[in-house]
């Protein structure tokens, strides 16, 4: 076969068709990919979003690991919201159900004013977001109530308090699922966990 009769050939039409549609897709690709591309940080600030309820601005607070790490959990990540001044942390409490190793991740929105000498000061819990869970299988049982419970003592919490999941406690910072106790005991270490990085080491120990 002369390389004009191959140009007539249908081996040679299908193979141009073959390569027309390629070219055709990749473009098409490219530009979809340039109209539906989301970058890292507007991925971060749509889940920031649902968690806080509103698009804000945030600025990371870098922590050590010695800054972390606490009794009974573990900070992932801080943030400072820019645009009311609020905190809000990513914490995993410990304690939970499966030997009491297993955990709880939470969202902690942490509100606060400033203090005369300008540092923040906590006046209460305004937003906990469920996140994850290792080893728990009762997290069905922790309805919207539950985390709105944190939200309601801030009294209490702006007085130095912190939240326990005892069995038959009245106090009134008490936050425990019957039948669910130890899941219980890990969500308020996540809380816990919040209230003491803002206050040990986000506002220098002033609340």
Same mark, same amino acid.
């Given at each position: 076969?002369?390389?004009?009769?191959?140009?007539?050939?249908?081996?040679?039409? +299908? %193979?141009?068709?073959? =390569?027309?549609?390629?070219?055709?897709?990749?473009? %098409? %690709?490219?530009?979809?990919?340039? =109209?539906?591309?989301?970058?890292?940080?507007? /991925?971060?600030? /749509?889940?920031?979003?649902? =968690?806080?309820?509103?698009? &804000?601005?945030?600025?990371?607070?870098? %922590?050590?690991?010695?800054?972390?790490?606490?009794?009974?959990? *573990?900070?992932?990540?801080?943030?400072?919201?820019?645009?009311?001044?609020?905190?809000?942390?990513?914490?995993?409490?410990?304690?939970?159900?499966?030997g009491g190793s297993g955990t709880v991740t939470l969202w &902690?929105?942490?509100?606060?004013?400033?203090?005369?000498?300008? +540092?923040?000061?906590?006046?209460?819990?305004?937003?906990?977001?469920?996140? +994850?869970?290792?080893?728990?299988?009762?997290?069905?049982?922790? @309805?919207?109530?539950?985390?709105?419970?944190?939200?309601? *003592?801030?009294?209490?919490?702006?007085?130095?308090?912190?939240?326990?999941?005892?069995?038959?406690?009245?106090?009134?910072?008490?936050?425990?699922?019957?039948?669910?106790?130890?899941?219980? @005991?890990?969500?308020?270490?996540? &809380?816990?966990?919040?209230?003491?990085?803002? /206050?040990?080491?986000?506002?220098?120990? *002033?609340?």
């Amino acid at each position: 076969m002369t390389v004009k009769e191959f140009f007539k050939s249908n081996a040679f039409k +299908s %193979l141009a068709v073959l =390569i027309a549609i390629v070219l055709v897709a990749g473009v %098409l %690709l490219a530009i979809c990919n340039d =109209i539906f591309f989301v970058s890292d940080e507007e /991925r971060f600030a /749509r889940s920031i979003a649902k =968690i806080y309820g509103a698009e &804000v601005e945030t600025q990371e607070i870098e %922590l050590t690991d010695a800054q972390k790490t606490y009794n009974n959990g *573990q900070v992932e990540e801080a943030y400072l919201v820019l645009d009311d001044g609020n905190y809000l942390l990513h914490t995993t409490g410990y304690g939970g159900y499966s030997g009491g190793s297993g955990t709880v991740t939470l969202w &902690v929105v942490i509100g606060c004013d400033a203090s005369e000498d300008g +540092s923040p000061q906590l006046t209460g819990i305004e937003k906990v977001v469920y996140d +994850s869970n290792d080893g728990q299988t009762l997290m069905s049982n922790f @309805n919207t109530k539950y985390y709105e419970y944190f939200t309601s *003592q801030n009294e209490a919490i702006a007085s130095g308090g912190y939240f326990t999941a005892i069995k038959g406690s009245s106090d009134p910072l008490n936050n425990i699922v019957a039948g669910a106790s130890q899941t219980s @005991n890990a969500m308020v270490n996540a &809380v816990n966990t919040a209230l003491a990085c803002f /206050r040990t080491v986000i506002s220098g120990g *002033q609340s």
